[in-house]
């Protein structure tokens, strides 16, 4: 069974930086992309960064040059490095990945992620 799980979200400061974590059990494929998405209160899951298993990355425009995914294989967890935070960056932030990477890695789907995990909450204040 495969289980993702976030952590490292909280509250900061605009200007501030967190570091959110996703740990990964039970996945075992060696083709995939993975990746983080957030989603606001009545609005569609929104796509932040991919990464897939060669290490190449794709980001959305509103969060490149502040943000950087990559992953730790012998960990089996996924980050997110999020610099520069702003207030609209406030979301519910979730993990996600996509088996075989077949949405392709230039592509944003939260419908054709695989797996996902709960979610975690990020607030920016100004």
């Known amino acids: 069974q495969v289980k993702l799980q976030e952590s490292g979200g909280g509250s900061v400061q605009a200007g501030g930086s967190l570091r959110l974590s996703c740990t990964i059990s039970?996945?075992?494929?060696?083709?995939?992309?993975m990746g983080w998405f957030r989603q606001a209160p009545g609005k569609e899951h929104e796509g932040v960064a991919l990464?897939?298993?060669?290490?190449?990355?794709n980001y959305a425009d509103s969060v490149k040059g502040r943000f950087t995914i990559s992953k730790d294989n012998a960990k089996n967890t996924l980050y997110l490095q999020m610099n520069s935070l702003k207030p609209e960056d406030t979301d519910m932030y979730y993990c996600?990945?996509?088996?075989?990477?077949?949405?392709?890695?230039?592509?944003?789907?939260?419908?054709?992620?695989?797996?996902w995990g709960k979610g975690i909450l990020v607030t920016i204040s100004s």
């Open positions: 996600a990945i996509d088996s075989g990477c077949l949405n392709g890695l230039n592509r944003f789907n939260w419908y054709g992620m695989d797996y």
């Open positions: 039970g996945y075992t494929y060696s083709t995939y992309c």
């Open positions: 990464i897939d298993n060669e290490g190449k990355t």
